[in-house]
């Protein structure tokens, strides 16, 4: 008897251990888990940021930039606040002339000036500029908004006062004085000395990006003067000569050297190894309507027998000049695109690569065939079709924008590549130079901290959008849908 009762304490302890052992799991797992909170200093979540620029150009225009103040400015304030800064610390606003520009300017130094808060205030402001002016508008109209314009600081309002400019740079300088760090945006303005400038792109960098893409395309590093290279460039008018001026002598700095050792050449003459960075004129086109664009063709490339001049690659410098260059080739009788001139890249591979189900493989562009070998491959009538179809092969075009209504361009391969300011690298060092600064970083050590900041100038990349890019860059990136690419 005794041991029966021992043996039922035996198994009564177990049992009680086991539902405490249960009830121990059950409780844990009915405990939430929490994710710890992310603190960020009081420095950037008290900190004040005002964004003033321009009205936005452009943003219902698929026949414009990409790129507009408006999703440009959107971007940075979404980074700002994943920075730390506080949503309710960041205003945005757009004005349509330098007039709107002060009066709003002139409210946000006189709240600084009698507020009793010692919190970091950064201005971020880009003025606007002379829409008068056909060159001004014709920058803003064809590279955007965010480029370096060669235009005026000046109002287009209604308003008569011609002293808009001079009180601009005076209510800038009060700002600093009231403790705001004024940080410049894509321009810079006579006679005041900005705290920091950032730079998005200007007519050397849009030009450098074109003409280095087309020299990697058609590898120039590796032609001979046997088989070179035939390349022409595109300079319309309309932006202005200082625009076209620094546009020229960049991407001629970068081709120079290729036409000096008779590795590239132009069919229409119109550049060779004795050109200057001041012959930029040679290239010029009155504008970049269409007529004017194929009135340059065809005299570039046509010639007295009536035939057309093989054409290797063509530096177009916007969007909306090499849409009428495409239209122009077609008219005088080229054919092929991208994808004929790289027979490892066809429109079924790009739109699987847009699809996410291949990758686009890029191969050296074949040589122009050789005399040598026409004579040894045809003869008589031969030879003549295999030169005419040598001639009308599709060139490498080169532009800048990335225009919706030119997106189809690029998938099928009519246009090389279009290049584009870099609206992520944009957003995020931007918000990471005001984080610094509110921080109290300066000089060297926030220079250590954003890569892309010397002194204090703030360079933001371009990047170029081809066929095998183009789902990753754009669409992937919401910059547009699937729709707006013609798929």
Known sequence: MMAWKVYRRRVWM??????????????????????????????????????????????IDPNAPLNTWDNVTHSIVEQMQSQGFSK??????????????????????????????????????SPALDEDSPRSAAIRHRYGDLVTSTATIADNSDDDNTDIPDTLVEQLRKAQKAGITVVLMGQKIPNFTENYYVSFSTAQSIARIQTENLVKKLQLNKATAQNPQAIEMLLPMNVGKEFNEH??????????????????????????????????????????????????????????????????????????????VI???????????????????TLESIVKTLAGDADVNKQRVPMPTSPEDEETDTTGRDKSSATKKTSLTWPIITSFGVYINDVPHIITGKLWTSSMEDRADISESVALLCA???????????????????STTLTTALFAVSADNLKKTLIDTSYITPADAGL
């Open 327 to 345: 239209r122009a080739l077609k008219n005088m009788g080229y054919t092929g695109s991208s994808a004929t001139i790289n027979p490892d890249i």
């Open 247 to 324: 546009a020229f002598a960049a991407s001629w700095k970068i081709l120079k050297p290729y036409f000096v050792t008779g590795v590239a050449y132009s069919p229409s003459g119109l550049l060779d190894a004795h050109t200057t960075a001041q012959d930029w004129r040679n290239v010029a086109v009155s504008d970049d309507s269409e007529s004017s664009i194929s009135d340059a063709l065809q005299a570039r490339l046509s010639s007295s027998q009536n035939t057309n001049a093989h054409i290797d690659g063509i530096i177009a410098f916007n969007d909306y000049a090499a849409h009428h």
């Open 14 to 59: 177990v049992f009680s251990a086991l539902i405490v052992i249960v009830m121990i799991v059950l409780c844990s797992a009915c405990q939430k888990k929490t994710t710890p909170s992310v603190t960020h200093p009081t420095s950037l979540t008290q900190s004040h940021v005002d964004i003033l620029t321009p009205e936005s150009s452009n943003d």
């Open 88 to 125: 309710n610390n960041i205003s945005r606003s757009m004005s349509s002339n330098l007039s709107e520009q002060v009066k709003k300017l002139k409210k946000i130094v006189s709240n600084v000036s009698t507020s009793t808060e010692k919190n970091s205030h950064i201005l971020l402001f």
């Open 436 to 454: 610094q600064i509110a921080q109290g970083r300066t000089g060297a050590r926030l220079e250590r901290s954003i890569p892309n900041v010397r």
